[in-house]
């Protein structure tokens, strides 16, 4: 079965250094350049559907079948992007917007029609709102950098919550610590969700950002990013909404959530690592300063001093990671081709499944709400075992059964500390998985805490 992406949306593409290329805007319909990703005929669920997609998926370590349930560390990649990475090197591996020749002209076209898939897949309204970065965590440190310097005073107020990742967390304490804002940390609920009344009881004039993530990759807790997104706006203030969980796993459109900016990585999105992005509303981008200077990201170069481009080239320094980008957009197309809210659906179903039956487990605590219609659970859950440390536990899982799962703080440390624990370990799943994944860590985990029971 052959998936095609049905919604034909003209964007308009922007060349970036128009003086060097010289080409001018073009509008790229674009359905009518986006091949259409295969995902597998095979019946069943939409797990069983796409795992042949994966060719990493099929391999027995230790003669057993690899599960693969680290998902919120990093997704695996579908021969469609591994695919599109080959095809460049082989065919017209090139440097972007320099070059006149076909190499260099067919690299750049691919490379901003990759941009031109992140903002449609975004429903972002512009290619010039999407800026390549390294990743998720190189975009916050963008926005810091640049928003937060030139905006932030001392007495400002910044509001997070505890359950951030460090990536949205140490960034904002580097510019505290320059500009005198003072960080602010939204606790959580009893039920373990990051409490948003109290965040709204937090906002005042004072407060000039908010840096909140949509999915917990800790808690699989969500945010209700528009109504916070309106709440903040209500007060003067931007927000950065950290998409890391929910970009690969859900429909996100930025228009509706209203967000100031966006950031995701590549590589949780099925696509290559070394890419991430940074959405930035048109006028907030064109207002900040350049991050890192060097080609690419100016105008005119003087000996004394120099104009910059305008965005997203004004904050693309140097050679971009081009096969990367390339990679991304043929995960788009991938993506694009199963239907996010198909994945979704998929998602939402697998998530109940694999929170009952690790509910079921004794001595086991969850951390994060208990699903419901009203607390949607990410498919991931964050767990400990009474008297067993998590580290032992993935190390068993490992190597006696070939499950791939986490353990450490999930570079969540302060919400790790809020709960009470150093660590836990973490089972998380992407559309690849089935509930017979589930089934075989469950069953393995159980065969974990028995073996380490009877050393007691
Ligand atoms: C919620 C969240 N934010 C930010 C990040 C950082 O992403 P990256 O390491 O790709 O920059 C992650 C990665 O684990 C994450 O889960």
Same mark, same amino acid.
């Given at each position: 079965?052959?998936?095609?992406?049905?919604?034909?949306?003209?964007?308009? @593409?922007?060349?970036?250094?128009?003086?060097?290329?010289?080409?001018?805007?073009?509008?790229?319909?674009?359905?009518?350049?986006?091949?259409?990703?295969?995902?597998?005929?095979?019946?069943?669920?939409?797990?069983?559907?796409?795992?042949?997609?994966?060719?990493?998926?099929?391999?027995?370590?230790?003669?057993?079948?690899? @599960?693969?349930?680290?998902?919120?560390?990093?997704?695996?990649?579908?021969?469609? @992007?591994?695919?599109?990475?080959?095809?460049?090197?082989?065919?017209?591996?090139?440097?972007?917007?320099?070059?006149?020749?076909?190499?260099?002209?067919?690299?750049?076209?691919?490379?901003?029609?990759?941009?031109?898939?992140?903002?449609?897949?975004?429903?972002?309204?512009?290619?010039?709102?999407?800026?390549?970065?390294?990743?998720?965590?190189?975009?916050?440190?963008?926005?810091?950098?640049?928003?937060?310097?030139?905006?932030?005073?001392?007495?400002?107020?910044?509001?997070?919550?505890?359950?951030?990742?460090?990536?949205?967390?140490?960034?904002?304490?580097?510019?505290?610590?320059?500009?005198?804002?003072?960080?602010?940390?939204?606790?959580?609920?009893?039920?373990?969700?990051?409490?948003?009344?109290?965040?709204?009881?937090?906002?005042?004039?004072?407060?000039?950002?908010?840096?909140?993530?949509?999915?917990?990759?800790?808690?699989?807790?969500?945010?209700?990013?528009?109504?916070?997104?309106?709440?903040?706006?209500?007060?003067?203030?931007?927000?950065?909404?950290?998409?890391?969980?929910?970009?690969?796993?859900?429909?996100?459109?930025?228009?509706?959530?209203?967000?100031?900016?966006?950031?995701?990585?590549?590589?949780?999105?099925?696509?290559?690592?070394?890419?991430?992005?940074?959405?930035?509303?048109?006028?907030?981008?064109?207002?900040?300063?350049?991050?890192?200077?060097?080609?690419?990201?100016?105008?005119?170069?003087?000996?004394?001093?120099?104009?910059?481009?305008?965005?997203?080239?004004?904050?693309?320094?140097?050679?971009?990671?081009?096969?990367?980008?390339?990679?991304?957009?043929?995960?788009?197309?991938?993506?694009?081709?199963?239907?996010?809210?198909?994945?979704?659906?998929?998602?939402?179903?697998?998530?109940?499944?694999?929170?009952?039956?690790?509910?079921?487990?004794?001595?086991?605590?969850?951390?994060?709400?208990?699903?419901?219609?009203?607390?949607?659970?990410?498919?991931?859950?964050?767990?400990?075992?009474?008297?067993?440390?998590?580290?032992?536990?993935?190390?068993?899982?490992?190597?006696?059964?070939?499950?791939?799962?986490?353990?450490?703080?999930?570079?969540?440390?302060?919400?790790?500390?809020?709960?009470?624990?150093?660590?836990?370990?973490?089972?998380?799943?992407?559309?690849?998985?089935?509930?017979?994944?589930?089934?075989?860590?469950?069953?393995?985990?159980?065969?974990?805490?028995?073996?380490?029971?009877?050393?007691?």
């Amino acid at each position: 079965m052959v998936i095609t992406m049905e919604a034909v949306v003209s964007l308009r @593409v922007v060349k970036p250094n128009l003086h060097r290329t010289n080409r001018t805007y073009r509008t790229v319909p674009l359905a009518s350049v986006t091949s259409a990703a295969p995902v597998s005929a095979d019946p069943g669920s939409l797990g069983h559907r796409t795992r042949p997609d994966f060719p990493i998926l099929h391999q027995e370590l230790n003669g057993k079948r690899l @599960v693969y349930l680290d998902n919120a560390a990093t997704s695996q990649k579908p021969t469609h @992007v591994l695919n599109a990475l080959r095809n460049y090197y082989e065919a017209y591996n090139s440097n972007v917007h320099r070059g006149i020749h076909y190499l260099s002209a067919k690299a750049t076209d691919e490379y901003e029609l990759a941009r031109a898939k992140v903002a449609n897949f975004l429903n972002a309204g512009d290619c010039r709102e999407i800026v390549f970065t390294r990743n998720a965590t190189e975009a916050i440190n963008l926005v810091a950098y640049t928003w937060g310097l030139a905006n932030l005073k001392q007495g400002d107020e910044v509001v997070l919550t505890v359950a951030e990742h460090h990536s949205a967390i140490v960034p904002w304490q580097f510019v505290s610590q320059k500009t005198g804002a003072v960080l602010r940390f939204v606790d959580l609920t009893e039920d373990e969700v990051p409490d948003v009344d109290k965040l709204r009881e937090m906002l005042s004039r004072r407060t000039k950002l908010l840096v909140l993530h949509h999915v917990s990759n800790v808690l699989a807790s969500v945010l209700p990013i528009d109504q916070v997104v309106s709440w903040a706006h209500d007060v003067g203030a931007k927000v950065l909404v950290d998409a890391c969980q929910s970009v690969p796993h859900m429909v996100v459109d930025v228009r509706s959530l209203d967000a100031d900016f966006l950031v995701a990585s590549s590589h949780k999105m099925c696509g290559p690592t070394g890419i991430g992005f940074l959405y930035g509303k048109s006028d907030l981008l064109s207002s900040m300063p350049p991050f890192l200077g060097g080609g690419e990201m100016i105008s005119d170069v003087y000996l004394d001093h120099s104009t910059y481009a305008e965005p997203p080239s004004r904050f693309e320094a140097g050679t971009p990671a081009i096969g990367e980008a390339i990679g991304l957009g043929a995960a788009i197309d991938y993506l694009s081709g199963i239907g996010m809210q198909t994945i979704h659906d998929y998602e939402v179903e697998l998530a109940g499944y694999l929170y009952d039956s690790l509910h079921s487990v004794p001595n086991v605590r969850i951390y994060g709400p208990a699903p419901s219609k009203s607390n949607y659970r990410a498919a991931l859950c964050s767990f400990n075992v009474e008297d067993v440390h998590p580290t032992d536990i993935a190390t068993f899982l490992d190597q006696q059964h070939s499950i791939a799962i986490r353990s450490g703080h999930h570079c969540a440390q302060p919400l790790h500390r809020y709960l009470g624990v150093n660590a836990s370990a973490r089972a998380s799943l992407h559309f690849y998985n089935t509930k017979e994944d589930v089934d075989d860590f469950i069953r393995a985990l159980t065969d974990t805490i028995d073996f380490f029971a009877s050393f007691k």
